[in-house]
């Protein structure tokens, strides 16, 4: 249930999305409200210069593989993540524009395994966007993170970045944004040989849209602080059969918690995760779809307490969707 309000200079979405779940085998599985999605979306304008945005999103799941985006499994095991960001954004001049904001982020585990670790995330983001030209456009911001974990000393990340987006075609769009990483545990500061970076291609067609993409950061894992690698991509296209949809999403990430200036009381791990998804919706009358996923996992560590794991996972559903305005 999603319901959306609005007026001239604010807008309000919040929703919920629960489900139940009858397993076949392993019957003590099964149960209803395991599987809970809370969100809320808040966007006002103070002035024409001046933007306040505020969200909340609540994921209450037993696929932990879905907690972060490096996307590690810890187990099939209920967990709970939730994040709350705020921004205030002011358009200085028509091609600069100022902006700070912050967030909290909350992933616990109600039965921690398999080197699962709660943490608290606070971060402060400071920055600066400024149209260069009618293509390219730059940006200098200052990312502060407090990364508090379950068994681990409280970890500080402080990332300078610069950033740029060009438009090298009407449909085709890059971007880079690129800084140090400096990180401070126990009292000790160590600048790392990584930098923070991302990067990617956009591309519009009349059919679809293609992206690809990688990033790096210093983050909060389900297994403690890590350098988390990602590379990305997307696929969604309109096909010659008129209702038809489909998406394809590959996903492959690197999570290190080996980390240099990083005290952890865990044992170093490198965890590899490959995650595809193809998925499809074909509208068969207005307001009926059949919908359908495939995604297969793959995940190796060098450490046994996470574990391998590969797993394929098909669903199928049959959807009917309606609006309701209320004046």
């Known amino acids: 249930m999603t319901l959306t309000a609005q007026r001239p200079g604010w ?53 932990t593989a879905g907690l972060t985006s490096g996307g590690v499994s810890v187990g099939f095991e ?23 904001t912050g967030s909290q982020t909350l992933i616990h585990f109600s039965n921690p395994s398999n080197g699962a670790e709660d943490s608290n995330t606070y971060r402060l983001g400071l920055g600066m966007d400024h149209r260069l030209t009618q293509r390219l456009a730059g940006g200098l911001s200052l990312g502060v993170a407090y990364i508090d974990f379950q068994h681990e000393a409280p970890v500080w990340t402080f990332t300078p970045t610069v950033s740029l987006a060009y438009d090298i075609t009407r449909t085709l769009r890059a971007y880079i944004n690129v800084g140090p990483t400096i990180l401070t545990q126990n009292g000790s500061t160590t600048v790392l040989s990584e930098p923070t970076i991302g990067a990617g291609l956009q591309q519009t067609f009349k059919w679809g849209s293609v992206s690809i993409g990688y990033d790096r950061a210093v983050t909060a894992e389900t297994i403690g602080a890590a350098d988390r690698q990602s590379i990305f991509g997307s696929v969604q296209a309109t096909t010659f059969l008129r209702g038809l949809t489909v998406g394809f999403t590959p996903s492959y990430n690197i999570v290190d918690t080996n980390i240099t200036g990083l005290k952890s009381t865990g044992a170093p791990d490198t965890v590899k995760t490959l995650t595809l998804t193809l998925n499809a919706s074909y509208q068969i009358a207005r307001s009926i779809s059949v919908v359908g996923s495939y995604t297969f996992f793959r995940q190796t560590s060098n450490n046994s307490s996470v574990g391998d794991i590969d797993q394929n996972t098909v669903f199928l559903g049959l959807q009917y969707a309606f609006p309701i305005t209320i004046y």
């Open 11 to 63: 807008r309000l979405t919040s929703g919920i999305n629960t489900s139940g779940q009858l397993f076949v085998d392993e019957t003590n599985l099964s149960g209803f409200g395991k599987q809970v999605q809370l969100f809320g979306d808040f966007f006002y304008q103070l002035s024409p210069r001046v933007t306040i945005t505020a969200a909340d999103y609540l994921s209450y799941d037993r696929n």
């Open 78 to 100: 209920q967990a709970l993540r939730n994040t709350f960001t705020s921004s205030v954004r002011l358009q200085a001049t028509p091609n600069t524009g100022l902006s700070i």
